[in-house]
């Protein structure tokens, strides 16, 4: 099992740039497959990107996709890069980990089985 803490989020007016962090301890992200979600209220947890560590193949939903950028910097840290932000991409975000190797499952959050806490993000216009 590898614990998650998530970090970076915050309040931006709508255009802006964050930077989201993902921490692993306890085990490395080297065989894992690392996703972030996001969940506004009233709403179904959301895929947004995924990051196959091995590989450095990188996954995005189409509504983030040319402005998120999902890296590493080590096995034990991940990013991602949020620009040109809008109101809509409001929303609590949250850092998960697989081992599965099956890409069909990457931006399924049910596939997910280590989570960290989350952190909001809030984008206003």
């Known amino acids: 099992q590898v614990q998650l803490v998530e970090s970076g989020g915050g309040l931006v007016q709508a255009g802006g740039s964050l930077r989201l962090s993902c921490a692993a301890s306890?085990?490395?992200?080297?065989?894992?497959?690392v996703g972030w979600f996001r969940q506004a209220p009233g709403l179904e947890r959301e895929f947004v990107a995924a990051l196959a560590v091995s590989s450095g193949n990188t996954y995005y939903a189409d509504s983030v996709k040319g402005r998120f950028t999902f890296s590493r910097d080590n096995v034990y840290t991940a990013y991602l890069q949020m620009n040109s932000l809008k109101p809509e991409d409001t929303a609590v975000y949250y850092c998960?980990?697989?081992?599965?190797?099956?890409?069909?499952?990457?931006?399924?959050?049910?596939?997910?089985?280590?989570w960290g806490q989350g952190t909001q993000v809030t984008v206003s216009s």
């Open positions: 306890g085990r490395t992200f080297m065989r894992s497959v």
């Open positions: 998960a980990a697989t081992t599965t190797s099956a890409e069909k499952y990457y931006s399924d959050y049910r596939y997910y089985f280590d």
